[in-house]
């Protein structure tokens, strides 16, 4: 009896969606990626927020991350920590559903998904073109997320800053930043995801299943990404918190170069990187589990 021929086996690329991968389920991941991506770090998040007001309060200086969160925390209670998280699981699911529907899309018709080849262009385009899309719908929920951040909030609930900011500064309140958004996430999203591609092409180059160097690549790339950026989230925290500051110039502020020329003046270059280091903190384990 002749000896049966071995069959081979498909190898799969785990990093890869299906052929058959619907529609909603795409929307699905994205939606609990972005969710997750958020709300695991978000007491960092509140502390970056903090640290980069441009006119605190004494009572809201803090020395490192470690301090901001064992004052906040033993000031104003642990739930304060929270304050806004709300905001981020409202608008960051619908948000990052779009982006990754988007980037995938965006991907596939660029030729991103074509052998095994590096496309860094074809990924850095996916990610630009995601980023405008999403931003457009995550915006104003950043910027109640903010408002409800900040030491001594005059809002205390998601409904009422939202009220309130519309009754009081208009619509334009909730896209002031969104260029200024769009200048820090574009470049932030496109040196991601190019970063990530390179890195993990250097540590998995066989694409075998390794879950080490998925998220190893995934957290180097959002680290690298948010440090170059962190002039630009500070120059957007400026604009969607200045409704809550006692500062006159500061409330005045319409738009990117206005609001960089405030921190220029008043802390120099070294302002640019306020809250730097939770910045990166936060985003270097979200990117490492959204991927």
């Known amino acids: 009896m002749a000896a049966h021929d071995p069959v081979p086996i498909e190898e799969i690329d785990y990093e890869g969606l299906p052929s058959d991968f619907s529609l909603l389920a795409n929307l699905g991941a994205g939606a609990f990626a972005g969710i997750a991506e958020h709300c695991v770090m978000y007491p960092v998040d509140n502390v970056k927020t903090r640290m980069q007001i441009m006119s605190p309060s004494p009572s809201a200086v803090y020395s490192s991350v470690s301090n901001a969160l064992s004052r906040i925390s033993g000031t104003e209670g642990f739930r304060s920590l929270w304050r806004g998280i709300s905001s981020v699981a409202l608008g960051a ?96 999203t496109a040196t991601q995801f190019t970063a990530y591609e390179s890195i993990s092409k250097v540590l998995n180059p066989t694409k ?6 998925h998220i190893t690549a995934g957290g180097l790339a959002g680290a690298f990404a948010a440090g170059i950026t962190t002039p630009l989230d500070v120059v957007k925290t400026l604009l969607q918190t200045r409704g809550t500051s006692r500062d006159a110039e500061i409330r005045k502020a319409k738009g990117l170069w206005e609001a960089a020329s405030i921190i220029q003046r008043r802390h120099g270059m070294g302002g640019f990187f306020r809250g730097v280091r939770p910045r990166i903190i936060t985003t270097m384990p979200s990117t490492a589990i959204c991927w």
């Open 208 to 213: 075998k299943y390794d879950p080490v160097t």
């Open 93 to 188: 699911g619908p948000a990052h559903a779009v982006y990754f529907v988007v980037y995938e899309s965006v991907k596939e018709r660029t030729g991103g998904n074509v052998g095994d080849a590096h496309h860094p262009l074809a990924a850095a385009t996916g990610g630009a073109c995601a980023t405008i899309a999403s931003d457009a719908l995550m915006t104003p929920f950043d910027v109640l997320k903010q408002r409800l951040q900040v030491h001594d909030s005059p809002y205390r609930s998601l409904a009422q800053a939202a009220r309130s900011v519309y009754r009081n500064e208009g619509l334009v309140a909730f896209y002031v930043s969104y260029p200024t958004t769009l200048a820090m996430t574009i470049p932030f």
